[in-house]
């Protein structure tokens, strides 16, 4: 036991009991409760605790901010309350249970896209640079841009453009893989649907207007375009992945004795031709 048993105990009780606690766990700085009942926390008595400098409900979670000691209080908390300690994941996931429907979504949402904010920031920057050195006339009374006056900042402009280029325009393949990440899924399949989306096979939307003709896959009775489409429809990344997961629960319950690696290869093999094939034709399929 540390030296913070007696104020352990005391927040123990005005967060409802043991009872009352789903899971608990900390950050940096902060106690993580999820409360089966959170009305029944008395919030005005655990901020006039000394040892607490604050406290917010923050998606499904009752937070108390203790300060830079708050492994130290967890670990007495621990001990006194004899609950189990879990990860800050596991006790993401107990808070669902305190949102709505709406709050469930946009946290979802949220998870998805947070992986992804580090790469689009650091692409608008750097587009964002290359903006200002080729297409800023500035120089000799409005005639000239940094790069028409210098080739060393021509050719910075073209490798940042590779960047650049790589950020935006390979995205897909980002969203992809987080999707499968949050839902569990093979990542790595979600990389490789991702990766078709954007194939150098197929038409690049800047060329799609200057093109006389438009290539496509001749399947005999029908066709289908190919020029990349990665914008359609967020929904198509999700549904995918579910389809990924159905498919090899559906082989793996068809087939109880063969061996649980070669159904999800199937189930892997059916999800591929099937996602990729219904995002292709959907919106571009012509009959003949």
């Not at 030296?3 to 105990?9: A, G, S």
């Amino acid at each position: 036991m540390g030296k913070y048993v007696e104020d352990t105990k005391e927040l123990l009780q005005l967060v409802g009991g043991k009872e009352n606690i789903a899971a608990v766990s900390h950050c940096m700085t902060r106690m993580r409760f999820v409360l089966r009942a959170p009305q029944k926390a008395d919030v005005k008595k655990i901020e006039a605790m000394k040892v607490v400098k604050g406290s917010f409900t923050q998606t499904g979670q009752f937070q108390v901010i203790i300060g830079n000691t708050v492994a130290d209080f967890y670990n007495d908390f621990i001990a006194v309350s004899g609950i189990e300690g879990v990860s800050k994941d596991a006790v993401k996931n107990a808070a669902k249970q305190n949102q709505n429907l709406l709050q469930r979504m946009i946290t979802a949402l949220a998870e998805i896209f947070a992986p992804l904010i580090p790469a689009i920031i650091t692409g608008g920057l750097i587009l964002g640079f290359g903006n200002c050195i080729d297409s800023l006339y500035l120089f000799e009374n409005g005639a000239k841009t940094l790069c028409d006056m210098s080739q060393f900042w021509t050719g910075i402009d073209s490798f940042l453009w590779l960047i650049g280029e790589a950020v935006f325009h390979m995205l897909p393949v980002g969203i992809c893989w987080s999707v499968t990440k949050k839902m569990g899924t093979t990542q790595m399949l979600g990389i490789v649907l991702g990766l078709t989306l954007v194939s150098g096979q197929l038409l690049n939307a800047y060329s799609v207007a200057g093109a006389t003709e438009i290539p496509f896959w001749d399947f005999g009775f029908f066709q289908i375009n190919m020029f990349v489409t990665s914008s359609y429809g967020f929904s198509f990344y999700i549904g995918a992945h579910w389809l990924e997961d159905w498919f090899c629960h559906i082989f793996c319950g068809l087939r109880r004795n063969y061996r649980k690696f070669q159904d999800c290869v199937w189930g892997s093999f059916w999800f591929c031709v099937c996602a990729v094939g219904y995002h292709r034709a959907s919106p571009y399929v012509k009959c003949n």
